[in-house]
């Protein structure tokens, strides 16, 4: 009997239909491998409503800043009338009258801000990190008491103590110049940034201020040549924020400064505004965005340390 007699033929069995297929017609849910794909397309399409929602809530929260730009290039009778952001008519003489419409040309207001600022900055940044190291590293009697009344000044508002700062500087003969705004900077009256520091000090291993000491530095020479430079995201932050606070300030500048020739930008975009008669209200859009210049550079060139300065030193 041959080989081919003896072996016996088996049984073909149909082909196997698709598992999605007989899944679905026993009711069972979709296998494994379909299941990412609806993860995907549930989650991109989230991703896009995400961002769709975060760009409709930034353009609400951009609608004036971009209403203002609108209105600096339209005329008077046009501001109000047509409260769109595509100006049917341009007028580029609100920024040209603006500029000589006061008593001085605009740019003596932006010269009088930008000293006042650059006091201001220095006066923080030397202050306020001395004061910082003060907290951070040195050992004296009443250090956790004043650490703590310095930070409950954080808590004062500006009008309890605007009124004895007035009275003090009137007597020394100083209103109407630009020492009320600055000196007060050079005894590191803002506690906002010594704190900030002390945080970002404590940061800054205790070693290298012992091997500092081991090869003869004082505590001079261990602020200036290494706590300074460590901190350069700290001072970077100190000094934009105090930048924009002090550029944008109107309160206290208002008070002590009356003269017009003494005038900043927050004081002299006031004048714009006529409480009993017409108010150019093209004049003023124009010199605001003007006087926004400086402060969107600062941020634009400072982001950076911004955000790196306020994640190291521990605020949230």
């Known amino acids: 009997m041959t080989d081919a007699s003896t072996k016996q033929t088996a049984p073909t069995s149909p082909a196997p239909a698709s598992s999605s297929g007989t899944a679905a017609r026993r009711g069972e849910p979709a296998p494994l491998a379909v299941r990412p794909r609806g993860r995907r397309v549930r989650a991109r399409l989230g991703s896009v409503l995400k961002h769709a929602g975060l760009i409709a809530f930034g353009f609400v929260m951009l609608y004036?800043?971009?209403?203002?730009?609108?209105?600096?290039?339209?005329?008077?009778?046009?501001?109000?009338?047509?409260?769109?952001?595509?100006?049917?008519?341009?007028?580029?003489?609100?920024?040209?009258?603006?500029?000589?419409?006061?008593?001085?040309?605009?740019?003596?207001?932006?010269?009088?801000?930008?000293?006042?600022?650059?006091?201001?900055?220095?006066?923080?940044?030397?202050?306020?990190?001395?004061?910082?190291?003060?907290?951070?590293?040195?050992?004296?009697?009443?250090?956790?008491?004043?650490?703590?009344?310095?930070?409950?000044?954080?808590?004062?508002?500006?009008?309890?103590?605007?009124?004895?700062?007035?009275?003090?500087?009137?007597?020394?003969?100083?209103?109407?110049?630009?020492?009320?705004?600055?000196?007060?900077?050079?005894?590191?009256?803002?506690?906002?940034?010594?704190?900030?520091?002390?945080?970002?000090?404590?940061?800054?291993?205790?070693?290298?201020?012992?091997?500092?000491?081991?090869?003869?530095?004082?505590?001079?020479?261990?602020?200036?040549?290494?706590?300074?430079?460590?901190?350069?995201?700290?001072?970077?932050?100190?000094?934009?924020?105090?930048?924009?606070?002090?550029w944008n300030d109107f309160f206290s500048q208002l008070i002590f400064l009356t003269r017009p020739e003494m005038y900043t930008v927050p004081i002299a975009l006031r004048t714009f505004v006529d409480s009993t008669g017409e108010s150019s209200w093209g004049s003023l859009f124009a010199m605001s965005i003007v006087s926004l210049i400086p402060v969107f550079i600062a941020f634009l060139f400072g982001q950076k340390y911004l955000v790196k300065g306020i994640a190291t030193t521990g605020i949230k």
Not at 139 to 146: A, D, K, Q, T, V
């Open 64 to 246: 004036p800043l971009l209403w203002m730009v609108a209105s600096s290039f339209k005329p008077n009778a046009l501001i109000f009338r047509e409260p769109g952001l595509i100006p049917t008519d341009i007028d580029l003489s609100n920024y040209t009258d603006g500029w000589n419409a006061l008593l001085h040309p605009f740019s003596h207001y932006l010269i009088n801000s930008a000293l006042v600022v650059l006091g201001s900055l220095l006066g923080n940044l030397l202050s306020c990190s001395m004061a910082a190291y003060a907290f951070a590293r040195l050992e004296f009697r009443g250090r956790r008491l004043w650490f703590a009344v310095m930070l409950m000044s954080i808590m004062l508002p500006i009008h309890v103590v605007i009124v004895p700062q007035y009275v003090l500087f009137s007597q020394l003969e100083w209103i109407n110049t630009f020492l009320p705004l600055i000196v007060p900077k050079l005894l590191a009256t803002d506690a906002f940034f010594i704190f900030l520091m002390v945080q970002f000090f404590r940061g800054i291993p205790r070693e290298l201020d012992e091997a500092a000491t081991l090869d003869g530095c004082n505590h001079l020479r261990i602020y200036l040549q290494i706590m300074l430079p460590l901190s350069l995201p700290a001072l970077a932050t100190t000094a934009i924020f105090t930048f924009i606070w002090t």
